[in-house]
């Protein structure tokens, strides 16, 4: 796909986020991988109005080659790159739900929700919380980097989700899911739930391998 393409698709998505209450003001960022560097959405922008031209380029380096300065939260996109060689894109949100669960006390840090859904063992599987750090702390990126390599979703405490996909369209489907289970787990709190049993959700894992 050509980099002009690539642009329309991101501001494509983004916009789509926006208008459909996942992300809001200028919260959220998204990022593709090129062969040659990363398109990434830019610092202070609303997924709701993203300009394709202006979409921030960087080198393999992290450099920025052309657009706007990218997020502030490069930081994090490239964290989940370097241990996931073979995700070609990366959705983070502050979406509602999930930040409602990154927020609660009682959630296991290994695995934030239990496997409610098939969809969500296969786009997401298991969900690991990151731990607390303020806005653009290196610590974040290194915390993001120990786990990326194990998993492809994460779940910053107080924060978000950074999810990678094997292209932007499978990032934003596995986000979109995480989301809605987010929804499930906090509409059944309090209640006697019945997730999937450890046989179902290995059953799973083998008919459908996350290959990026």
């Not at 009682?106 to 298991?126: E, F, Q, S």
């Not at 690991?128 to 303020?134: D, E, G, H, M």
């Not at 499930?184 to 046989?199: H, I, K, N, T």
């Amino acid at each position: 796909m050509s980099d002009t393409k690539l642009r329309e698709v991101m501001a494509l998505q983004a916009r789509s986020l926006f208008e459909r209450g996942l992300t809001f003001g200028s919260s959220g960022n998204i990022s593709i991988r090129l062969d040659d560097g990363w398109l990434m959405t830019p610092t202070g922008s609303s997924m709701g109005a993203i300009d394709p031209a202006r979409i921030s380029r960087l080198d393999m380096q992290g450099n920025l080659i052309s657009g706007d300065k990218p997020t502030k939260e490069s930081f994090l996109h490239m964290a989940m790159y370097r241990q996931r060689p073979r995700a070609g894109a990366i959705v983070h949100l502050h979406s509602t739900h999930s930040v409602a669960v990154s927020c609660m006390h009682d959630i296991d840090h290994r695995n934030v929700m239990p496997p409610l859904t098939a969809y969500y063992v296969m786009r997401v599987g298991r969900l690991p919380l990151i731990p607390y750090f303020a806005p653009g702390d290196l610590d974040l990126a290194r915390a993001v980097e120990e786990m990326a390599s194990d998993h492809h979703a994460v779940l910053l405490a107080n924060h978000g989700p950074v999810v990678a996909g094997k292209n932007l369209e499978d990032a934003v489907y596995a986000t979109e899911e995480l989301e809605e289970t987010a929804k499930l787990f906090l509409a059944l709190q309090g209640m006697r739930s019945r997730p999937l049993s450890d046989d179902q959700v290995r059953e799973l894992e083998l008919r459908f391998p996350r290959d990026f």
